[in-house]
T-cell receptor, first 116, second 119 residues
Framework: AQKITQTQPGMFVQEKEAVTLDCTYD???????LFWYKQPSSGEMIFLIY??????QNATEGRYSLNFQKARKSANLVISASQLGDSAMYFC?????????????FGTGTRLKVLA | NAGVTQTPKFRILKIGQSMTLQCTQD?????MYWYRQDPGMGLKLIYY???????DKGEVPNGYNVSRSTTEDFPLRLELAAPSQTSVYFC??????????????????FGDGTRLSIL
């Protein structure tokens, strides 16, 4: 069964430092997509970054980068130069294509706290 | 530039009551999804729809019903509300071509959520 695993329930990072949030996945599909979302305390889901299974280069979006290791089935999110506003819940998600339809599965999330 | 709109934002129900959570999108997306998020947890798929008139169950469909009479609207119905349905509900939409080719980097678009308490 396809699955997303986030093993870090909570993380702390000092302001201006970098932090890596872990995500591993399990799928038998050859084509899939991996996403990271941020959920601040206000509750909305904010899309951060995407990595396609055929992309050879790691995705980057501003201070966010995705460390994609296909053989290890990992898609870790790296946030550089952390800011207080980065404190939030972070979810890793995978788009799967099953029986001709597209669905997304989500990890349980990592709560990040940035310390001043 | 509305995107995905959910109403209401908050609701308190009594056990056994029924209600409908509304979701509408203005992006002409064919796929729509309903998720629930329990405290401190990730999102679990309740129901989804691949187009008007077509719906299917997700991971946790019990106690819910959906319909999709138009491309824009995907309401979620709770019948006989139970305390276990206390959660935050998110509606989302995506666009996929029927050929199976995806706009690879297109994420789901989420509504702001409905916080539902059942007492």
């Amino acid at each position: 069964a396809q699955k997303i695993t986030q093993t870090q329930p909570g993380m702390f990072v000092q302001e201006k430092e970098a932090v890596t949030l872990d995500c591993t996945y399990d799928t038998s599909d050859q084509s899939y997509g991996l996403f990271w979302y941020k959920q601040p305390s206000s509750g909305e889901m904010i899309f951060l970054i995407y990595q396609g299974s055929y992309d050879e280069q790691n995705a980057t979006e501003g201070r966010y980068s995705l460390n994609f290791q296909k053989a290890r089935k990992s898609a870790n999110l790296v946030i550089s130069a952390s800011q207080l506003g980065d404190s939030a819940m972070y979810f890793c998600a995978m788009r799967e294509h099953t029986s001709g339809t597209y669905k997304y599965i989500f990890g349980t999330g990592t709560r990040l706290k940035v310390l001043a | 530039n509305a995107g995905v709109t959910q109403t209401p934002k908050f609701r308190i129900l009594k056990i056994g009551q029924s209600m409908t959570l509304q979701c509408t999108q203005d992006m002409n997306h064919n796929y729509m999804y309903w998720y629930r998020q329990d405290p401190g947890m990730g999102l679990k798929l309740i129901y989804y729809s691949v187009g008007a008139g077509i719906t299917d169950k997700g991971e946790v469909p019990n106690g819910y019903n959906v319909s999709r009479s138009t491309t824009e609207d995907f309401p979620l119905r709770l019948e006989l509300a139970a305390p276990s349905q206390t959660s935050v509900y998110f509606c989302a939409s995506s666009y996929f071509l029927s050929t199976g080719i995806t706009f690879d980097n297109q994420p789901q678009h989420f509504g702001d959520g409905t916080r539902l308490s059942i007492l």
